[in-house]
């Protein structure tokens, strides 16, 4: 046996059923990623982790009757290194491993990563070493600079793989296709916009006044089936929402409006909304006058989201924002930290309850 070879239980099965039959082993975590799947004439072998029991093999039989187990050497699969420490470790010094990025962002096929200067010059490597731990990878940008500008855009640097940067981002089962040189999106609230997503009921009207690309407002309407107006500024990002929309099956319940939120909170979305959502951390403090217009009159809730070190301060300044505005905060829902932004400040929500 050469060290490439490696013996594996299999299954064999006719092509045609092999990667329905490779997702169900998946599926059943039975699969044996250390070597490669073989073909043998009309047929594949696909190498599996453990031996199938009994009643494992009868269940797999009962759907695909064909199926059979085999024996047989396998060609290993290459090695993937699980970090970029271990894929350049003998590609850079020791001081210049000890600086590389513990992490960065996948977006679709794109990476967006954060490059410290003491790596300048090492971006073509590090984009090499990126691609072989994630072969689905295709894109490789530096960030060249902070979020800016009125539709909050990050520069970027293109640093290797194919210079292409629309992709097709999944996330919680939704499709958002995005355009990470001309729109605003961030995988890293994935978790806070799940957070918001279940908090709605199907009988509310969502009013999310700095949409993007449309992931809460999308995801809102697919889950929840409320009613969702979503507001951007940035007409590429109203180009990919409409398209966002299509995709994900959810024209009936969501509305795009291209626009600026102030002048559409108070026209056509006046007095509206059950909740309004407002992601725009730079800039949401600003919009609240326009958050409490397009509140139905009896009041709702705002998730605002700004930029902060601790809560106390930003209250205070709410509930003046929004007496100003003709309200009342009835009570504080929620208060969150979203990221960290700095060594000392953080992204963070406060869901207030208006009347
Ligand atoms: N909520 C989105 C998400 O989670 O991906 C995007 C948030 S991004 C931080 C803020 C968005 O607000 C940008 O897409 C920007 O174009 C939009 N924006 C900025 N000013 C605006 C305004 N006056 N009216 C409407 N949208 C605005």
Known sequence: MTKHLIESIGVKVVKEKGEEIRKCLARLELLNRDVLIKKEGEHLLIPVSRAIKER???????????????????????????DLMEALKDLLPPYKLASLPGSFDIIGDIVVIEIPPE?????????????????????????AGAVEGEFRVRPL???????????????????????????????????????????????????DLFSGVGPYAIQIAKFRGAKVYAVDIN??????LLENIRVNKVQDRVEAVHGDARQVASTILRGIADRVIMNHPSQALDFLDAACLALKPEGGVIHVYTFAHAFEDIEDYLARKIRDAGRRVYGILHRGFVRQVAPREWQVVIDVKVR
């Not at 790596?119 to 490789?140: D, F, N, Q, T, Y």
């Open 56 to 82: 494992e093999l009868e269940e797999l039989k009962a759907v695909y009757p064909q199926i059979e187990v085999v024996k047989t050497l396998f060609k290993a699969a290459p090695h993937r290194p699980k």
């Open 119 to 143: 790596l300048e010059g090492e971006e073509a490597l590090i984009a090499e070493g990126i691609m072989r731990i994630h072969p689905h990878v295709k894109s490789i940008y530096k960030k």
């Open 157 to 207: 640097k293109f640093i290797g793989g194919i210079d292409k940067p629309v992709t097709v981002h999944k996330e919680h089962g939704c499709l958002f296709k995005v355009d990470l040189k001309e729109v605003y999106f961030s995988p890293r609230l994935a978790t806070e916009r799940r957070r918001v997503v279940e908090l709605v009921n199907s009988r509310e009207v969502v009013v």
């Open 235 to 240: 007409p590429r990002a109203y180009q990919l």
